[in-house]
């Protein structure tokens, strides 16, 4: 089993659509998630942080199952912006280490179209 | 967040061949990691490289075809030795800020003849 797994996709929405990523992890230790962008042909940047709570950033939601392990990842109200490869990243603390090791998921694909 | 430089953005090689790329941040940081990304898949750790000390790897890569340098605190390069087609990816260096969070490089894309 994979350590972090995703959806590949593709998702196909038109605009203003509602779409939802989820993720899952397999490592009970894992201690914090993220949500990453990556464009075609450009590195992954940070979307957001999951937070235990939930959390909010304008049209995006990211939420965390700890009980069953898995975060999601919603957006409402799709731009065609929002078209990129979603990956979902979880942080272990590893044995001897005090920075931890993030694993990445294998992405998910949304297309946004007209 | 830091502002990450890598070169070169592309490069084109022969089999047998290595290439350097090099990774500069406009902060000084401790750990710099570098990942590899191969076609339609996801992003895969190579190493992390602590200055002063020899970068740690992880399970199936090694310091021979991986060689690495960290002379300072704001610069690190990968090698990639005795390149062969399944080389062909994209690098990419890293740095932590803001506790967890990574920041990217813009990549290297490599692709081995």
């Known amino acids: 089993r994979k350590e972090v797994e995703q959806d590949p996709g593709p998702f196909n929405v038109p605009e203003g659509a509602t779409v939802a990523f989820n993720c899952t992890y397999s490592?009970?230790?894992?201690?914090?998630f993220f949500w990453y962008r990556q464009d075609c042909r450009k590195e992954p940047k940070l979307l957001m942080s999951?937070?235990?709570s939930g959390n909010e950033d304008g049209r995006f939601t990211a939420q965390l199952n700890r009980a069953s392990q898995y975060i999601s990842l919603l957006i409402r109200d799709s731009k065609l912006s929002d078209s990129a490869t979603y990956l979902c990243?979880?942080?272990?603390?590893?044995?001897?280490?005090?920075?931890?090791?993030?694993?990445f998921g294998q992405g998910t694909i949304l297309t946004v179209h007209p | 967040s830091a502002v990450i430089s890598q070169k070169p953005s592309r490069d084109i090689c022969q089999r047998g061949t290595s290439l350097t790329i090099q990774c500069q941040v406009d902060?000084?940081?401790?750990?710099m990691f570098w990942y590899r990304q191969q076609p339609g898949q996801s992003l895969t750790l190579i190493a992390t490289?602590?200055?002063?000390?020899?970068?740690?790897?992880e399970s199936g890569f090694v310091i021979d075809k991986f060689p690495i340098s960290r002379p300072n605190l704001t610069f690190s390069t990968l090698t990639v030795s005795n390149m062969s087609p399944e080389d062909s990816s994209i690098y990419l260096c890293?740095?932590?800020?803001?506790?967890?969070?990574?920041?990217f490089g813009s990549g290297t894309q490599l692709s081995v003849l």
């Open positions: 902060s000084q940081v401790t750990m």
């Open positions: 490289a602590n200055q002063g000390s020899e970068a740690t790897y």
């Open positions: 890293s740095v932590r800020q803001g506790g967890e969070k990574l920041f």
């Open positions: 990243v979880v942080n272990t603390n590893a044995g001897g280490t005090s920075y931890g090791k993030l694993t």
């Open positions: 999951v937070y235990s």
């Open positions: 490592n009970s230790a894992s201690q914090s």
